[in-house]
């Protein structure tokens, strides 16, 4: 898209283009896979454990109808699937990732509780069942699932494009 906006020799001249590629790197083994993959195999196993507990309200009280709310958990990942198989991404050097991807489970969880705190409901009702120290405790293992499925990604990646010298890790 940058090359259609630009003339190549402008582009040549700076360091968009790798800058924009870093990004787009960081964006996908970062969020976008370890994300989709966390979101459905939590919701899958969270649904064979008991629906009615993660089944979460729309407007008004009503309950999401069923497709949409599997299709809304699961579609992500065969597209994210799709994007590894087409694209290759260079992974960041663990250094870089893993506070990121720590960062932002955090603010995924705070997300939940300001939820809470602002409307008096749980997007998850569970949560409002158990105690601080087991929401704590949740929270910890969902960041650790996070970068799990990080490193598969990682795995998944190097498998799919080999070791090709374009799968080193920058820094």
């Keep these: 898209m940058v090359h259609l906006m630009f003339h190549a020799k402008l582009l040549r001249d700076c360091r968009v ?3 924009l590629v870093t990004f787009r790197d960081d964006l ?3 969020f976008a896979f370890p994300y989709a993959t966390l979101v459905l195999s939590i919701f899958w196993a969270a649904h064979a454990a008991g629906r009615a507990q993660f089944t979460p309200l729309v407007p008004g009280g ?5 497709l949409l709310n599997h299709a809304r958990h699961t579609i992500i990942v065969p597209l994210v699937l ?4 087409i694209q290759n991404h260079v992974y960041s050097s663990r250094l870089k990732s893993v506070p990121l ?8 969880i ?3 509780q300001w939820v809470h705190h602002a409307s008096g409901i749980w997007v998850y009702t569970f ?11 949740i929270s910890g293992v969902t960041l650790g699932l996070l ?12 498998r799919i494009w080999g070791n090709l010298g374009t799968q080193k890790k920058r820094n």
């Design 17 to 19: 283009p790798s800058l």
């Design 28 to 30: 996908f083994t970062m």
């Design 62 to 66: 009503a309950i999401a109808p069923p």
């Design 82 to 85: 799709v994007q590894m198989y």
């Design 101 to 108: 991807i720590c960062f932002s489970g955090v603010l995924c």
């Design 110 to 112: 705070s997300w939940l």
């Design 127 to 137: 949560l409002g069942e158990i105690s601080l120290m087991s929401r704590l405790v």
């Design 147 to 158: 970068l799990l499925m990080h490193l598969l990604g990682q795995e998944l990646s190097g």
